[in-house]
């Protein structure tokens, strides 16, 4: 029940547009391996928005994109409202003018439901920080505890691809563990606070402390043992002594307060990185996402060009490039399923009806919204009417199907 077996699939694509080109986003898609002289050379043509009467139907990324939508399968996105515009806006429609349209669509195009792992990440695992790679190798390490324990666990299986399609295929190394994570204490290079609480450093790869998740991990656990352990032994003093619980609020300090008030009212979240400044800063630096590569002036307003959007689709940044090669669109696909399908094993456990339902029933059609408590509902309103050029795509689809 438990068991996947996974293909994935990196697609080169080349927008036949014109396009604006930041440097900063070249830089950070060449640092990660893309290769833009396969893009302008093979890269698969696509323009925006609605179809043209004069393209090849049977080619086209925008045939690919309706056989996903005629699939009617789960999508799974992870922090994905970016990538569902973007998604709708370069292979399927012009975008509709307001929000309860947009959500519209998307509820009809995708009947058995949109998944954000980064909301699971969140609001079902309450993983203490929810960027992709983070959230990935904490699925990673609980699912091999319960291997090792001989409970239920996740597998996943990959292909034996033929000797003729080697040139086709690019071996990633998915190793539990970095080779740099078992060093010395007297070597240890501390860790960069905001990289674990966000997985974006303003520094990169000139950053002179460590952005290796594992030695995050591990901190992060150690320091929540160690925080359940005090709450535990003052537990028990309050119910050795009687004391009144205001007593031990006062003992208690400012962030250990912050800490079960988000324990109450949402996920947890790293105190330490939670200063006036940082909360200002990462809502400057990273608008909506996390961890991506734009400007330090960007607001949320400000539209993002061509390039930017190409570097969000080949990467969040999760690390300094020096530390991988295994960034790539695709791979944050798998991380992305691999994290999904641990969550659903957690949730329906041992109930062998689990499949006649949503995967998630509290994460079926939620986006992540960053900086906010509650998130996006893909659905359709009583007051909301689909766009025509929805209406019209969807009529293509079935027909042609």
């Not at 090849?56 to 515009?85: C, M, W």
């Not at 012009?94 to 947009?102: A, C, E, K, Q, S």
């Not at 291997?147 to 190394?173: G, W």
């Amino acid at each position: 029940d438990n068991t996947y077996l996974c293909q994935i699939y990196n697609l080169t694509l080349l927008c036949m547009e014109d396009y604006i080109v930041e440097p900063q986003s070249v830089q950070f898609l060449v640092q990660h391996g893309f290769d833009f002289n396969k893009q302008y050379s093979q890269g698969i043509p696509y323009h925006k928005g609605n179809d043209k009467g004069n393209e090849n139907q049977s080619q086209s990324v925008r045939t690919f994109f309706l056989e996903l939508i005629r699939a009617k399968k789960p999508l799974i996105l992870h922090n994905g409202l970016i990538d569902l515009v973007f998604l709708y806006q370069c292979f399927y429609a012009h975008l509709p003018d307001n929000l309860g349209t947009f959500t519209a669509d998307l509820s009809e195009m995708f009947p058995a439901g949109i998944y954000d792992t980064k909301y699971a990440s969140e609001f079902e695992t309450r993983f203490v920080a929810s960027y992709l790679e983070y959230a990935y190798k904490k699925c990673k390490r609980e699912n091999c505890k319960l291997k090792d324990s001989s409970s239920q666990h996740l597998t996943v299986e990959f292909c034996n691809y033929p000797a003729n399609m080697s040139r086709y295929i690019d071996y990633r190394h998915c190793s539990l563990e970095e080779e740099s994570h078992n060093v010395g204490e007297g070597n240890k290079v501390p860790v960069c606070e905001k990289f674990s609480a966000y997985g974006w450093c303003p520094k990169g790869v000139k950053c002179p402390q460590s952005h290796n998740i594992d030695l995050i991990i591990d901190e992060d656990d150690k320091l929540w043992e160690e925080k359940r352990k005090k709450r535990k032994h003052k537990w028990k003093r309050r119910k050795n002594t009687e004391e009144p619980a205001k007593v031990f609020e006062q003992e208690s300090s400012g962030k250990e307060k912050e800490l079960a008030q988000n324990g109450e009212e949402g996920p947890p979240r790293k105190q330490s990185c939670y200063e006036p400044g940082a909360a200002v800063e990462l809502a400057e630096i990273t608008p909506s996402t996390e961890g991506r590569p734009l400007e330090e002036n960007s607001t949320d307003t400000e539209p993002k060009t061509e390039a930017a959007c190409a570097a969000e689709k080949e990467k969040e940044t999760h690390g300094p490039p020096s530390q991988g090669g295994t960034h790539r669109a695709g791979f944050d696909a798998f991380m992305t399923g691999y994290i999904m399908a641990y969550v659903w094993m957690l949730k329906k456990g041992k109930n062998t009806d689990a499949g006649e339902r949503p995967w998630l029933p509290d994460c079926h059609n939620k986006l992540y919204l960053s900086g906010k408590s509650v998130p996006l509902q893909i659905v359709k309103s009583l007051f909301s009417k689909s766009s025509k050029a929805h209406s019209q795509k969807m009529k293509l689809a079935w027909a042609s199907g």
